[in-house]
Every structure is written in structure tokens, then in C-alpha cells.
């Protein structure tokens, strides 16, 4: 596709529930992230993938949060038995290669309401 | 750990006027530096790659500069447009990418 693709733009949860965001990277892009962006504030790291390989997820607040890319291209966020503060928008950016050394593309993102 | 600020917080400005957008971070060993707009309920945008060994990019009315030793970079923006008006975020890059809080930008007409 021409950019990052993100679905559902928008997901309402009720708390205890659980979810699954998508992300649908430039075609051929190595690398992939997640962020996850509190009203008000930049993005915060949540978790990096290089191809299928998850290098580092180390931003991942709590065990409730799950990520995944097993083909090396599409990558899905599940949040498990969301809470109240899990409410946020989540980011997802794409690279052509396999270090941030690059220009970075992201998505329009989810917007994810726990209530 | 990486921390990146952006001063001011937010910035109101009439239209027509030049002005600078700050940020700095604490590690100067990073890859690149990039600013990015986002619009409201909008993702990111990427405005301008600074690469380490770079000093300044620039993009039509945009310019932005590196000074990596001090930890610090501008984003200049000449004769502001009303849709200019979103948050501006300056990004850095080591082993993954950190953001800061963002400036809220608004030109008046």
C-alpha cells in the first residue's frame, strides 16, 4: 500500500475486555514499532520489531500487552482484559531498513476508549 | 535513558511572524533527529531528517538544526500560515525512537 495502514481507527472497550489492533506496514519495511500516545503527550515506545523478530519490548507496561508480526510484515497489539488506563491512541511507524537510520512512516493510528 | 523536552509547551503567534521550536535530549549518541506535525485525531508527519553527522535540513519554509554535542535542535519555521497551526514533535533516534511532549502550535489570521 502507499503508507501504514492502521484498523480500526477507532476501537470502545469495555473494561475486563480484550482487544486486537492491526498494523499494515509499507510493503518491504524491515522495521516496525509501536507506540502508544496519551492525550497531550508524544508517543511512547511500547515495543520494536525487526522483520518477524521482536528485538526489544521493553516499553510494554504490563503483561496485558501482547505484540506480534509472525510473517514479518503484517504485526497485531493485543491487549488483554483492558483497563481504564489502557485508553489511548496506538502508533504504529514503519522503516525501510533494518536500523532507525531512516526516515520513519506512521499510521493515523487506533484510538482505543476503555470504559 | 534517552530524555527528549520541548520548550514552549505551546505557542500562539499572528500570522506572517517567523518562529522557533526547541528541543533537546540528554544522550548525544543517536542516529538521526527528526521532526514530525501531527494534526488533531491525526498520526504523524514527518517534516525533516537530521542525520547525526548533519548540522541542519532544510524544507521550504522549514529549517531545522543539529548541535549534538549541546543536545539540542530548532525547528525554524519562516512566515507562519495559519495551517501551519498542529503539534510539532521532535523525535531522536539511538536503538529505537523517543519522542518528546510536543509543542502546540497555533497561527493566528
Known amino acids: 500500500g502507499a503508507g501504514v495502514s492502521q484498523s480500526p481507527r477507532y476501537k470502545v472497550a469495555k473494561r475486563g475486555q480484550d482487544v486486537a489492533l492491526r498494523c499494515d506496514p509499507i510493503s518491504g519495511h524491515v522495521s516496525l514499532f509501536w507506540y502508544q500516545q496519551a492525550l497531550g503527550q508524544g508517543p511512547e515506545f511500547l515495543t520494536y520489531?525487526?522483520?518477524?523478530?521482536?528485538?526489544?519490548k521493553s516499553g510494554l507496561p504490563s503483561d496485558r500487552f501482547f505484540a506480534e508480526r509472525p510473517e514479518g510484515s503484517v504485526s497485531t497489539l493485543k491487549i488483554q482484559r483492558t483497563q481504564q488506563e489502557d485508553s489511548a491512541v496506538y502508533l504504529c511507524?514503519?522503516?525501510?531498513?533494518?536500523?532507525?537510520?531512516?526516515?520513519?512512516?506512521f499510521g493515523q493510528g487506533t484510538r482505543l476508549t476503555v470504559v | 535513558k534517552q530524555e527528549v523536552t520541548q520548550i514552549p509547551a505551546a505557542l500562539s503567534v499572528p500570522e506572517g511572524e517567523n518562529l522557533v521550536l526547541n528541543c533537546s535530549f540528554t544522550?548525544?549518541?543517536?542516529?538521526?533527529l527528526q521532526w514530525f506535525r501531527q494534526d488533531p485525531g491525526k498520526g504523524l508527519t514527518s517534516l525533516l531528517l537530521i542525520q547525526s553527522s548533519q548540522r541542519e535540513q532544510t524544507s521550504g519554509r522549514l529549517n531545522a538544526s543539529l548541535d549534538k554535542s549541546s543536545g539540542r535542535s530548532t525547528l525554524y519555521i519562516a512566515a507562519s500560515q495559519p495551517g501551519d497551526s498542529a503539534t510539532y514533535l521532535c523525535?531522536?533516534?539511538?536503538?529505537?525512537?523517543?519522542f518528546g511532549a510536543g509543542t502546540r502550535l497555533t497561527v493566528k489570521p
Open positions: 511507524a514503519s522503516w525501510t531498513s533494518g536500523t532507525v537510520n531512516t526516515e520513519a512512516f
Open positions: 544522550d548525544s549518541a543517536i542516529y538521526n
Open positions: 520489531f525487526q522483520n518477524e523478530a521482536q528485538l526489544d
Open positions: 523525535a531522536v533516534s539511538v536503538n529505537d525512537m523517543r
